[in-house]
């Protein structure tokens, strides 16, 4: 346990931050063009950046489509503190029961961070409550430009960071207006995009972040491994959020109990 961390236990003693990397894992081991980009998988190279950035803040555990539950059993998404997700063909096959769970532990103040194409995923979806539809068109140069440059996301990061090559997502983006909108991105052909974006659900942060396209080596880019590490440091909840009460409550419950 690295004790140069950033999150508090129950007592307040400063222990790493538990971040669950999840990817569907699907075309890293099917598109010849996709694993040369990623030969270990988009969740090694996203695991690696968190590393470079937050050393021993940060604790890794990483969980794919194929495993029992995804990877994601109930025991360990009670241990952890963020979740990253990466998901593009494969969003129908992970199990609804699965995503209850991820979503409860949200609500509950577990971070998550989907990215890119994770914008359609089962819990992103169900968190939002809206269709998240976007315009989509390959290939072209992204600016991302910072509309909170005072935000903990966005600490570090050039003012915009230039994305050579990477999948153009437009506007209209349908998800409810964000919480704080961190960055904006352009296009080469002229479409704007809110590209990283918070939100909170219950006691949870999510952040959802564009960049990410699979045969682009977006996850690479100094820039944006940096944003990632940034994001994972604001989603990790403060501190234990207490049981709280709920339900019929006679009158003068708070005085006698
Ligand atoms: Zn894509």
Redesign the pocket.
Known sequence: MGLAGSRPDERGATVAIRATIWNEYVHERRDAPVAKIYPNGIHVTLGEALREHLGDEVEIRYATLDQPCHGLTTEVLEQTDVLLWWG?VAHRDVSDEVVADVVERVRAGMGFIPL??ALKSKPFLTLMGTTCRINYRHDERELLWTVNPGHPIAQGIPHPVIIPEQ?MYGEFFDIPAPDELVFISSFSGGEVFRSGCCFRRGSGRIFYFSPG??TNPVYHQPEIRRIIANAVRWACPDEAVPEQRYGHAPAGWFETS
């Open positions: 593009h890119h194409s999948e396209h699979e």
